[in-house]
């Protein structure tokens, strides 16, 4: 079996499944009585909280989908219980059978906006204890369908249809006009809820998702290969196989649509309703699909991008930003889904915030480091390949990550330094400067004359002036102090290079020069001073002697 056939037999499979009856199903109570208001009751605090209804008939939404349930089952009995009359069960049960059939052949309604609170909607048009479905349209008019708030003596109020309703019941079901789809089936099919009916009704839901989903590929593929062409003569340098892969969800976009449209032609309203559900699940799983996709196409063009321009350290903050919107984007989807189906997304949400806040508790270090780790890619104090100094520690860094900066030190050994700490850490930049200080301090010995001092200091001074590699305006000589090891004298200048490795040459030539200034001056560089203390042993009476 391919893999087209496949997904088509889960797409008729989900259509299928939903279209069972999802509705609760309760126990028979007592049939419908007349309308009656409310009664006045003792306090709420005295009175016991009332029993809920068995078939579900509390809120109008409540009523509406227990009646089509009991009547997709063909259990007219129960379906008779969701009407408001006082006929025999007979008549009743042909009734409820009736007002079926025309729910089904004319009534669009999306049971999702239903009200589900006890009171309903409460329209001021309608007046108290009255809600409206829907109309259906026949031949002499509109059919309004009605709600009725009914109260049972001491029962609590249910929701039913309405008298007026089925009063023009049978006239409007002598008018219906059969669907598109029944006039192309026999007249034994179409008539009552059978076992051939029901068969029928799948057979078009398969039929429909089939013809969709084959529709979708042939549509697809027909775009993809005009688009492919399109791109060949307008942007030949644009690489087809990347935004190719968002024509995968796109074919599940198109089936949706197509399933969505066809769920509007099915025989039932209920196959309808969850038609409409299980279209719009595939439509927005589609779109949040082809969003991630997207997302990741833009990522990985992006982060090619600044691997081009060497800006490798941002590669890292474009991966994790893509990540953490492709995340966003499934979430919202999810929600999405979630809202479709029904589901009431208020405890979702709170739950959501409850639990974010757990984790955000219980990975405070992780998410100290990932922010971190943000902070240090942005601000950019270091990059990649960067000679600095951060703390105590010196090296250059190789990596930085999500977690923690690594940094190779001077010792050939690694250091992975958290980003939580490197975003509080003071970081020296050496590759960041734009010249190198020559500061040195020659000690000359206490021998040297003032001549001879002038001489050293006057050509020290010519020797960084006219250096080429040597900036002149903060270059300078001079006498610093006189110490017991002799006279020292302080040369400072900056060097106009950025790199160690041109650094180190002009500072070795400038020694060896200063050296032969020094000794073309008469003088030397002062050795250190060594005291050296001499004592006699003590001799066996404790004296000791001089020698």
Same mark, same amino acid.
């Given at each position: 079996?391919?893999?087209?056939?496949?997904?088509?037999?889960?797409?008729?499979?989900?259509?299928?499944?939903?279209?069972?009856?999802?509705?609760?199903?309760?126990?028979?109570?007592?049939?419908?009585?007349?309308?009656?208001?409310?009664?006045?009751?003792?306090?709420?605090?005295?009175?016991?909280?009332?029993?809920?209804?068995?078939?579900?008939?509390?809120?109008?939404?409540?009523?509406?989908?227990?009646? *089509?349930?009991? =009547? @997709?089952? +063909?259990?007219?009995?129960?379906?008779?219980?969701? &009407?408001? !009359? /006082? %006929?025999?069960?007979?008549?009743?049960?042909?009734?409820?059978?009736?007002?079926?059939?025309?729910?089904?052949?004319?009534?669009?309604?999306?049971?999702?906006?239903?009200?589900?609170?006890?009171?309903?909607?409460?329209?001021?048009?309608?007046?108290?204890?009255?809600?409206?479905?829907?109309?259906?349209?026949?031949?002499?008019?509109?059919?309004?369908?009605?709600?009725?708030?009914?109260?049972?003596?001491?029962?609590?109020?249910?929701?039913?249809?309405?008298?007026?309703?089925?009063?023009?019941?049978?006239?409007?079901?002598?008018?219906?006009?059969?669907?598109?789809?029944?006039?192309?089936?026999?007249?034994?099919?179409?008539?009552?809820?059978?076992?051939?009916?029901?068969?029928?009704?799948? *057979?078009?839901? =398969? @039929?429909? +998702?089939?013809?969709?989903?084959?529709?979708?590929? &042939?549509? !697809? /593929? %027909?775009?993809?290969?005009?688009?492919?062409?399109?791109?060949?003569?307008?942007?030949?340098?644009?690489?087809?196989?990347?935004?190719?892969?968002?024509?995968?969800?796109?074919?599940?976009?198109?089936?949706?649509?197509?399933?969505?449209?066809?769920?509007?032609?099915?025989?039932?309203?209920?196959?309808?309703?969850?038609?409409?559900?299980?279209?719009?699940?595939?439509?927005?799983?589609?779109?949040?699909?082809?969003?991630?996709?997207?997302?990741?196409?833009?990522?990985?063009?992006?982060?090619?991008?600044?691997?081009?321009?060497?800006?490798?350290?941002?590669?890292?903050?474009?991966?994790?930003?893509?990540?953490?919107?492709?995340?966003?984007?499934?979430?919202?989807?999810?929600?999405?889904? *979630?809202?479709?189906?029904?589901?009431?997304?208020?405890?979702?949400?709170?739950?959501?915030?409850?639990?974010?806040?757990?984790?955000?508790?219980?990975?405070?270090?992780?998410?100290?480091?990932?922010?971190?780790?943000?902070?240090?890619?942005?601000?950019?104090?270091?990059?990649?390949?960067?000679?600095?100094?951060?703390?105590?520690?010196?090296?250059?860094?190789?990596?930085?990550?999500?977690?923690?900066?690594?940094?190779?030190?001077?010792?050939?050994?690694?250091?992975?330094?958290?980003?939580?700490?490197?975003?509080?850490?003071?970081?020296?930049?050496?590759?960041?400067?734009?010249?190198?200080?020559?500061?040195?301090?020659?000690?000359?010995?206490?021998?040297?004359?003032?001549?001879?001092?002038?001489?050293?200091?006057?050509?020290?001074?010519?020797?960084?002036?006219?250096?080429?590699?040597?900036?002149?305006?903060?270059?300078?000589?001079?006498?610093?102090?006189?110490?017991?090891?002799?006279?020292?004298?302080?040369?400072?200048?900056?060097?106009?290079?950025?790199?160690?490795?041109?650094?180190?040459?002009?500072?070795?030539?400038?020694?060896?020069?200063?050296?032969?200034?020094?000794?073309?001056?008469?003088?030397?560089?002062?050795?250190?001073?060594?005291?050296?203390?001499?004592?006699?042993?003590?001799?066996?009476?404790?004296?000791?002697?001089?020698?």
């Amino acid at each position: 079996m391919t893999h087209s056939a496949r997904a088509a037999v889960v797409a008729v499979a989900v259509l299928l499944a939903g279209a069972r009856p999802v509705f609760g199903q309760n126990p028979l109570s007592q049939s419908a009585s007349k309308v009656a208001p409310p009664a006045a009751g003792a306090p709420a605090a005295a009175a016991p909280s009332p029993a809920p209804d068995p078939l579900g008939r509390q809120t109008p939404s409540g009523a509406v989908m227990g009646f *089509l349930a009991a =009547a @997709a089952k +063909s259990d007219w009995p129960r379906a008779a219980k969701f &009407l408001d !009359t /006082r %006929l025999p069960p007979d008549q009743a049960e042909e009734l409820a059978r009736k007002l079926k059939v025309l729910i089904d052949r004319g009534l669009q309604i999306d049971l999702n906006r239903l009200s589900r609170v006890p009171e309903g909607e409460q329209d001021e048009r309608l007046g108290k204890n009255r809600e409206l479905v829907g109309t259906i349209g026949t031949k002499s008019g509109k059919l309004e369908v009605l709600l009725a708030r009914v109260q049972r003596g001491a029962e609590p109020p249910v929701w039913l249809f309405a008298p007026e309703t089925l009063r023009d019941v049978p006239a409007a079901y002598e008018e219906y006009e059969p669907s598109l789809v029944e006039r192309f089936l026999p007249d034994y099919l179409t008539r009552g809820y059978g076992p051939r009916y029901m068969l029928w009704s799948w *057979l078009v839901i =398969a @039929a429909s +998702s089939i013809s969709a989903l084959l529709l979708a590929l &042939l549509l !697809t /593929r %027909l775009f993809g290969a005009a688009l492919h062409g399109l791109l060949r003569l307008v942007a030949p340098r644009v690489v087809w196989e990347r935004w190719a892969s968002m024509l995968k969800p796109g074919r599940w976009l198109v089936f949706g649509i197509l399933l969505l449209v066809a769920s509007g032609y099915l025989l039932t309203a209920r196959q309808r309703f969850v038609g409409g559900r299980v279209a719009w699940v595939f439509i927005i799983a589609a779109i949040t699909w082809t969003g991630v996709r997207f997302l990741g196409c833009l990522v990985t063009k992006w982060a090619g991008i600044r691997h081009q321009q060497g800006a490798t350290e941002r590669v890292a903050i474009v991966r994790l930003g893509g990540r953490l919107l492709q995340a966003i984007a499934l979430l919202i989807g999810v929600l999405a889904v *979630l809202q479709s189906v029904g589901i009431n997304l208020t405890p979702v949400l709170a739950g959501l915030g409850v639990g974010g806040i757990a984790v955000a508790l219980a990975s405070q270090k992780t998410l100290e480091n990932l922010f971190g780790g943000m902070m240090v890619i942005g601000d950019s104090p270091v990059r990649i390949g960067q000679f600095c100094r951060v703390g105590t520690m010196t090296g250059t860094v190789e990596d930085i990550g999500l977690r923690s900066t690594r940094i190779r030190t001077l010792n050939r050994t690694v250091i992975a330094i958290p980003n939580g700490d490197m975003a509080i850490q003071s970081i020296e930049n050496f590759a960041e400067r734009d010249k190198i200080l020559f500061q040195h301090t020659l000690t000359l010995r206490h021998e040297t004359t003032a001549d001879q001092l002038r001489f050293v200091l006057a050509g020290a001074r010519t020797l960084l002036y006219q250096h080429p590699k040597v900036e002149q305006d903060a270059a300078r000589v001079r006498l610093l102090r006189f110490t017991p090891t002799g006279l020292d004298v302080e040369l400072f200048a900056y060097v106009t290079v950025t790199e160690l490795e041109d650094f180190l040459p002009i500072q070795e030539d400038l020694l060896l020069r200063l050296m032969d200034l020094i000794e073309q001056g008469g003088t030397a560089l002062a050795a250190p001073m060594q005291t050296m203390g001499l004592a006699r042993d003590a001799g066996p009476g404790g004296t000791g002697s001089k020698g």
